[in-house]
T-cell receptor, first 116, second 110 residues
Framework: GAGVSQSPSNKVTEKGKDVELRCDPISGHTALYWYRQSLGQGLEFLIYFQGNSAPDKSGLPSDRFSAERTGGSVSTLTIQRTQQEDSAVYLC??????????????FGPGTRLTVL | KQEVTQIPAALSVPEGENLVLNCSFTDSAIYNLQWFRQDPGKGLTSLLLIQSSQREQTSGRLNASLDKSSGRSTLYIAASQPGDSATYLCAPNAGNMLTFGGGTRLMVKP
């Protein structure tokens, strides 16, 4: 079946602009995660959605970052007033249930964001 | 806060060698641990998931062991092939997120 998809695959923007990154999880997966992979920082957790529960936003680096998940499926990560340090690959993942149930996480191909 | 260390950071070997990639983590209160492979410019591919109650998990030429109490996991790759060249990441699961190590960049030469 289809895996996790993300769009766009690449995004180049100017400093100060807002960007939206999209994630389509695997159908039927209730849990969705966003991570960021940047040079020198490795892979960092950003936010976690589980069903209808309030999201775990503990990894968001600043209030310029926000995410929503509509209808328990598609998620959008929004970065406002982008800065050069936001340049990274943004990865989305999903799992059938939450990680506490011991499920495997499946990752999308990522969106490479470059802020000029 | 969970800290994950992977050793070595990079490894270059001739084809056919058996390999050992090491992962250590500071918080042993985990549900499971995943090993991933990442090819350049690509996302992550899950290789093995080993539950906290398990000691080992095998898939083909890959074998992962977990010693939760000592905060260590090891990925064994048997009879390495050039197609195994990639970055390997370990990620213990604390229940709401995976915490990733810096990875081991593997190059297998023909």
């Amino acid at each position: 079946g289809a895996g996790v998809s993300q769009s766009p695959s690449n995004k180049v923007t100017e400093k100060g602009k807002d960007v939206e990154l999209r994630c389509d999880p695997i159908s039927g997966h209730t849990a969705l995660y966003w991570y960021r992979q940047s040079l020198g920082q490795g892979l960092e957790f950003l936010i976690y959605f589980q069903g209808n529960s309030a999201p775990d936003k503990s990894g968001l680096p600043s209030d310029r970052f926000s995410a929503e998940r509509t209808g328990g499926s598609v998620s959008t990560l929004t970065i406002q007033r982008t800065q050069q340090e936001d340049s990274a690959v943004y990865l989305c993942a999903s799992s059938l249930n939450g990680l506490a149930q011991g499920d495997t996480q499946y990752f999308g191909p990522g969106t490479r964001l470059t802020v000029l | 806060k969970q800290e994950v260390t992977q050793i070595p950071a990079a490894l270059s070997v001739p084809e056919g060698e058996n390999l050992v990639l090491n992962c250590s983590f500071t918080d042993s209160a985990i549900y499971n641990l995943q090993w991933f492979r990442q090819d350049p410019g690509k996302g992550l591919t899950s290789l093995l998931l080993i539950q906290s109650s398990q000691r080992e998990q095998t898939s083909g030429r890959l074998n992962a062991s977990l010693d939760k109490s000592s905060g260590r996991s090891t990925l064994y790759i048997a009879a390495s092939q050039p197609g195994d060249s990639a970055t390997y990441l370990c990620a213990p699961n604390a229940g709401n997120m995976l915490t990733f190590g810096g990875g081991t960049r593997l190059m297998v030469k023909p």
